[in-house]
Structure formats: C-alpha cells, structure tokens
C-alpha cells in the first residue's frame, strides 16, 4: 500500500479542515451554495475546456436549467414550500443552479458546482506559468497546480472535496423540504457509477480524442472515499431530524446503511488505520431525534480523518474492494465521447 506523507499543518489544509467542521454546523447546503461572487461562469472554463463543456451540455446538470421549472413535480414542490419562483429562491438555487453575484442564475450544475468558484484559481490555472503550452518545466506545473489548489481549486485528485460537493445536494438535510414539500430526502448515489456516466470527461489529458474510464486504483480511492462522505453527510442529516416522520426515517436508514459500508471496509482494508477510526465513530454516534451536537460532532471528526484518508493513500493497495466496485453496467447516463 503507497502512502503518501501529509503536512496537516499547512495553511491549506487547515483552512480545508476548518472549513469542512464549520460546515458541518451550520448544515450542508450552504457547502454547496458557494459564493456567487467568486462565480466566473461555465463559459470562462469552456474557452480552454471545449469537449469538457460540450460533454457537459449532454448532461442533467446541465439540462436542469432548462427543464426543472417546466416540471409539474417541482411546481408541486415550490407550492407547497411557498417558493414562487425556482431561478430566484435560495431553497432551489443551492443544488439545482450556478448562481453568479449579483443574484443572478447564469447555468444549472457547473463546473464550478464541482471544482469551486473559480475568480481566485482560474488565471493561475490557465496561464502555463506565463508560457506557451507545452512550455512548462514538471517543476513550473507543480507550482502552477500548487498555487490553483491554493487558491481553492478543487482538482480531479481531491477525492474527498469533489465527493463532499456531490453529497451536499445528493443527500438533502431539511426536514421541512422533505416532510412538507414532498421531496426526495437525497438520491441513491454511489461516486464510481455516478461519475463514470454522463458527467464523465476524462478529455483533457489525450487531447479530446476519446473520454476513458477511471483507472482501476482512482475508482478504488472514489469507490472508499464516496462511502465515507456518504457516512459523514448522512450523519448530518439525522442531525436536522426532529420529528418521527418520513425525513427522519430516510436519514437514519441511509446514515446506518453507511456505517456498515465503512466498518465493512475497514475489515477489508485494516492497513488504512483511519477507516477503522472512521467506523468506530459512526457506529458510537446515536442515531436518534434531536442529536444535533453529538451527531455534528462525530460528522466533524468523520470529516478530519476522512480528508486525511483521501489524501494519504493512491489506491494501488486496496485490491480488495474491487469486487464490490460497480461495472460499466450501473454507470448512471449515457458516457459521450
């Protein structure tokens, strides 16, 4: 099993670690929301990313912008949750737009959905270190990718930041909007067959000429990874959970579901110390009403060690979970190439 040393001390990864418990607190939506004012927009990404973007508007996240105020089930939803318009309530704006300052919804989910708000990143990300592409020294990309990351652009690599921004609105912690408005408590997601789909674009690296598959140790890593976060917002979710009722019962079931996941995946993997820290945890926290504290608490803790899990292994020695890494077969949508 390859590790790699991590600095938790670093700037960067303090301010990712405090940010992720802080959120954790104040409840996942806002994760997902974003600042608007750090939007730059789905065409400033395009101008360099063209089969990324063209992919892209092939998906659901794209279509979304479109199509969900024309749905009969998401007028239901708005009514009964008193939101007169989809494109201008924060209640609909966190999962289902990009919205850019000021106030303004310019796209459905974007690429900056996934890898941050990108005003502070983009032309560091861009700019090949002041040269041509193909320009660059090893050493001249690693800082350029260094000092994006910096910035906060989340890159393919940062498993578990890209899972947690899946998660935010795939599990849906409102109680209200559930057992009030009708809504689903979150949907059935898995990151290795939700992100080997249509949202694929795996392009960048072969020139466009065709968009493959994961590797076999990147699908372990998103495979292990995508069941801690699922772990870590689920608890989350029982947090907002005050009366017995269909919310509460959706959470719990899903939060339970993924403790067993992970405490089973520690089994398998019993070099990876921090699962078992994980599981541990999971298992020890009651999932019951009105458990905020407690449940933010073990979420927060989920969220430190799950960051460093992401971050200290590469996949190559968790051979043992292959067998339970879903196939091209359950991959969700239509792939473009």
Known sequence: MTTTPINLTTPLW????????????????????????????????GECHKKESAIWQNTHHF???????????????AGKMDVKRLKSESLCLNCHFTLQAPDKVIAGISCESC???GKNWIKVHAEFSGKKEGQETKAEIAA???????????????????????LTCHVVPNEKLVNVGGHAAGSPFELVSWSQGEVRHNVWY?????????????????????????LETALIGV????????????????????????????????????????ADIGQGVGLKLNNEAELVDAAGKI???????????????????????????????????
């Open 144 to 166: 350029r990718w260094q000092k994006s990351e910096a910035a906060g652009m989340i890159r393919p690599t940062a498993y578990y930041l890209l899972a947690k921004n899946c």
């Open 115 to 117: 890898h941050s708000g």
């Open 63 to 77: 279509t979304t912008f479109r199509d969900l105020p024309n749905k009969k089930e998401a007028d239901d939803i």
């Open 14 to 45: 303090l301010v990712r670690i405090a940010t992720m418990v802080l959120l954790a607190g104040i409840g996942l939506s806002a994760a997902r929301a974003g600042d608007p004012a750090l939007i730059v927009g789905p065409n400033a990404c």
């Open 239 to 278: 947090s907002k959970a005050t009366t017995k009722d269909t919310y509460a019962l959706k959470m719990a079931t899903r939060a339970d579901a993924a403790r067993k996941a992970v405490a089973a995946l520690a089994n398998l993997l019993p070099n990876a110390s921090e699962l078992k820290e994980i």
């Open 206 to 230: 072969n020139k466009g000429a065709s968009n493959p598959e994961g590797s076999q140790v990147r699908k372990r890593m998103m495979f292990v990874v995508g069941r801690v976060v699922e």
């Open 303 to 337: 969220s430190v060690l799950g960051l460093k899990f992401s971050n200290s292994y590469d996949g190559s020695g968790f051979s043992a979970v292959d067998q339970y890494i879903p196939g091209a077969d359950k991959y969700k949508g239509q792939v473009s190439n």
